[in-house]
Structures are given as C-alpha cells and as structure tokens.
C-alpha cells in the first residue's frame, strides 16, 4: 500500500514522495475462527483414530467433533 507523504522527502527535497506500508497478511483458519463447521468426512476420519487408538480421548478433547 503506498501512502503520499504531506512533507517533502528530508534527503532530495522531493515533493510527490511515496511511502510503503508493508505488513504481514492476515491469516486465520475459518473453523477456529467459527466461521464454518468441518464437515463430516473430517469427523468421521477423527472417529476412525479414536476407535482405533487404545486409550485416546480425542472424542473428548477435540472441538471438532
């Protein structure tokens, strides 16, 4: 994003001088985020290691489910 300076530039004097704002993009995961739910082929494959995994509480632990 380029943003105009109001003064000129302290080293050339130039008048139509531009800085650049840079930052870093925003990211977010949108089932964290609760935008949306994961679906349901994700539930199942997170069923499939719980009922496979001796002593797994992933049943009980994930927000997925």
């Not at 993009?25 to 009922?51: A, M, S, W, Y």
Request: aromatic share 4%; proline share 9%; charged share 25%.
């Amino acid at each position: 994003m380029y943003v105009p300076e109001e003064e000129p530039c302290t080293n050339c004097g130039e008048v139509a001088v531009k800085k650049v704002i840079m930052t870093a993009p925003t990211l977010g995961d949108p089932v964290r985020l609760g935008i949306r739910r994961p679906d349901n082929g994700f539930k199942e494959v997170l069923q499939k290691i719980h009922d496979k995994t001796p002593g797994s509480n992933i049943n009980t632990t994930s927000r997925y489910m």
